[in-house]
Nanobody, 116 residues
């Protein structure tokens, strides 16, 4: 099993930046991809970004060019640098991981609020 713990959420003004962090523990050698999803009030959970163990990154259209995902060399951490934040980026952000056999794990989430 993999456990994921997020940190770094908070309140920021539109145009500002935040950096989310997520630490994986447990069966970390089973992890291939790590990434982020988000869920705003009244909306479905949506994909934000992900990075494979080989370093291939994917982004959702609304965040492309503003958010940057990265992983550290130990592969136990994943980060999401969020720049040029907009009020519509406000959501609970969840760290996610997928194993080589596509077993998913989710963190508890961290709140990001962008004020206009």
């Amino acid at each position: 099993q993999v456990q994921l713990v997020e940190s770094g959420g908070g309140l920021v003004q539109a145009g500002g930046s935040l950096r989310l962090s997520c630490e994986a523990s447990g069966s970390v050698s089973d992890i291939n991809s790590m990434g982020w999803h988000r869920q705003a009030p009244g909306k479905q959970r949506e994909f934000v970004a992900a990075m494979s163990r080989s370093g291939r990154a994917e982004y959702a259209g609304p965040v492309k060019g503003r958010f940057t995902i990265s992983r550290d060399n130990s592969q136990n951490w994943v980060y999401l640098q969020m720049d040029s934040l907009k009020p519509e980026d406000s959501a609970v952000y969840y760290c996610t991981s997928a194993s080589w056999t596509n077993i998913e794990s989710w963190g508890q989430g961290t709140q990001v609020t962008v004020s206009s």
